[in-house]
């Protein structure tokens, strides 16, 4: 099955600098690679997704990158603001069937 | 427009009792349902998903049991509870891309 994996688990950034998290994946059939910000107590929610059939995608201030060859996607955040301090998970499915989340980043935006 | 509904929010069980968490969906037909378990400071493990009524799949050996007895209900089991149970239930749906969680539920066993 697909294995997916994030890094780093834990991200403090000043505010107004880029935040960077980086995942890889193991299943080359894998075609959907969508984010999900979940604030302290309450539900993952996504924020942002991507198909294997582009390279980025962009939404204000958050973008994804994707790698097919290597296998890892990025999310960046520029700009950052303290409502960005949250976790963030990473998935990964193939014909969106079943999604395999990477293990999150702790996202703190120092003002 | 489509909502998902789970319950209790929270929830404090002794070792040894039985659990039943329920979510429903509405809005929508022959949705994929998910269970997934969030241990405290780590990712979400999916531990059931289906795809139809009946149809269970279960992704990693464990006390726990799911059913679908409806399109659109989803109930995650145990018929006792061990301490390494507790952690935050989310159940989710998907039509394909976009997955939508429930509020989530916050088992304690004690």
């Known amino acids: 099955g697909e294995n997916v994996e994030q890094h780093p688990s834990t991200l403090s950034v000043q505010e107004g600098d880029s935040a960077v998290i980086k995942c890889t994946y193991s299943d080359s059939a894998s075609n959907y690679f969508p984010w999900y910000k979940q604030e302290l107590g309450k539900r993952p929610q996504l924020i942002i997704d991507?198909?294997?059939?582009?390279g980025e995608k962009k939404d204000q201030r958050i973008a994804v990158t994707l790698n097919k060859t290597a296998k890892h996607f990025s999310l960046h955040i520029t700009e950052t603001q303290p409502e960005d301090s949250a976790v963030y998970f990473c998935a990964a499915t193939h014909n969106d069937y079943k999604l395999s989340f990477g293990a999150g980043t702790t996202v703190t935006v120092r003002a | 427009s489509q909502t998902i509904h789970q319950w209790p929010a929270t929830l404090v069980q002794p070792v040894g009792s039985p659990l039943s968490l329920e979510c429903t969906v509405e809005g929508t037909s022959n949705p994929n349902l998910y269970w997934y378990r969030q241990a405290a400071g780590r990712g979400l493990q999916l531990l059931f998903y289906s795809v139809g009524i009946g149809q269970i799949s279960s992704e990693v050996p464990q006390n726990l049991s799911a059913s679908r007895p409806q399109d659109r209900q989803f109930i995650l089991s145990s018929k006792k509870l061990l301490l390494s149970d507790s952690g935050f239930y989310l159940c989710?749906?998907?039509?394909?891309?976009?997955?939508?969680f429930g509020q989530g539920t916050r088992l304690t066993v004690v």
């Open positions: 989710a749906w998907s039509l394909g891309t976009e997955a939508f």
């Open positions: 991507i198909r294997s059939n582009v």
